[in-house]
């Protein structure tokens, strides 16, 4: 809250005052909460871990609604209060605010620094801060970082672990700013949106998003720090471990998952650079082939940067595009979907089962590079695949049955579950025209699709609170 009234008081154009006093009602609440609980010195089990992390998330993004609240530019309701500020810290990128241009400085820093602080995750941001839960953290860690190989430990303990992630993360932060200044955006924009950029959010300071700039530079650094950021970070890491030993590249060439990525990424960008050029939609090859690269990146990838109307692109690119977004990014990364390396293992799955059906009795073990998969971990996929599609249906009926029209229900449930943010149609840029009751369903499915739905899901089973 303090740094936000820092940049008021820099910029002098308004909003220190609300974040002041946000300051003090976060502090108050903070020191109760603390207080509460400061003389629990017992051993977290599991159980409390995942119960701590959906806690510290809707108290975090409850605290984080209040400046929104207190600010009189702009002026939201309660409602658009917290969906804008869940938003921000699940770094989904929907936003129902318009007029952004016109924000006071400090209301735009603190959108951008909600979406760097959630693009870690705010459990391993005070994990790696105040390293008080000892081996207990590591439900913790199961919890909250994501993907069905989460229990390969980078570091044995999940303090050192969480400060090495945040070392990579803040050091691709200074970089990623340091590239867009030099491309020519302000010093102010290029550190806003290097948080947007690395943990994948999507939130701009401007209403036109990245086509204020109008930079094919700007363009292509944000599609490289896109990539990069949508990528393992453990393998980030091992890479940049043994960079003396072996060449960065192979250690990133020798994950199955990185490679199926980096496919999909191919992939995308060719059907869409095609049918753009096909269709004559833009002037020139390289302009055809440069929104095609930013724009297939930034959906796909669930960080939400716009160029162009991609929802005007000609025939199936839109929907395809949106779709996409449910692969997302690696698995330990910043985006959201369901994980390329779930995509990965049921695709090997599928064609396991093809075989099968030719030989029924064939032994056919799943393969990820050498690793020979547990049946187990494949059955957790397929249990989080249809833990998704329930999500997806039931989110999208409580829209649907606030008033919210189907086409729209659809594309702003996609949105938010996959932590998209702009979907199609009337949620194309902006969710003004979401009535309230269905911003907290919306503001719900964002928290599911970060915390990979497990997490929040376990809370409701009977066997979680029986001792």
Known sequence: MLLPAFVALLYGDGGGKAFIQSFVMSAIAGAILWWACHEHKEELRSREGFLIVV????????????????????????????????????????????????????????????????????????????????????????????????????????????????????????????????????????????????????FSTHDSSMAYFNSPAVNLITVAFLLISACNYALHFNAFSNLGKRNIFVSYFRDPEFRFFMFIQIALVTICFFMLLTNHHFDGTFKNLEQAAFQSVSISTTAGYTTSSFDQWPLFLPILLLFA????????????????????????????????????????????????LDERVIQSIWAFFSAYLLVFVACLLGVISCGVETFDAFNAVIACLNNLGPGLGSVSSNFVSIPDSAKWILTLTMVCGRLEIFSLLVLFTPAFWKS
């Open 325 to 372: 977004s449910f692969i997302g990014g690696c698995a330990g990364s910043t985006g959201g979907g369901l994980k390329v390396i779930r995509i990965l293992v049921l695709s090997l799955q599928g064609k396991r089962e093809l075989k099968r059906l030719i030989h029924p009795n064939l032994v056919y073990p799943i393969k990820l590079g050498k690793r020979v």
């Open 55 to 202: 806690a510290f998330w809707v108290v975090m993004g409850s605290l984080g609604a209040i400046p929104f609240i207190l600010s009189d530019n702009p002026d939201l309701t309660v409602s658009s209060a917290f969906f804008e500020a869940f938003s921000g810290l699940t770094t989904t990128g929907a936003t129902n605010i318009v007029g952004l241009d016109n924000l006071p400085k400090a209301i735009l820093f603190y959108r951008q620094l909600l979406q760097w602080l959630g693009g870690m995750g705010i459990i391993v941001l005070a994990v790696a801060i105040i390293p008080l839960l000892g081996i207990g953290g590591m439900s913790l860690y199961r919890a909250e970082i994501s993907g069905p190989l989460k229990e390969n430990k980078m570091r044995p303990r999940i303090a050192e672990t969480a400060k090495t992630l945040w070392l990579i993360y803040a050091s691709l932060t200074l970089l990623c700013a340091f590239a867009y200044w030099l491309a020519g955006m302000s010093p102010f924009d290029a550190i806003t949106h290097s948080f947007s950029t690395v943990s994948i959010g999507g």
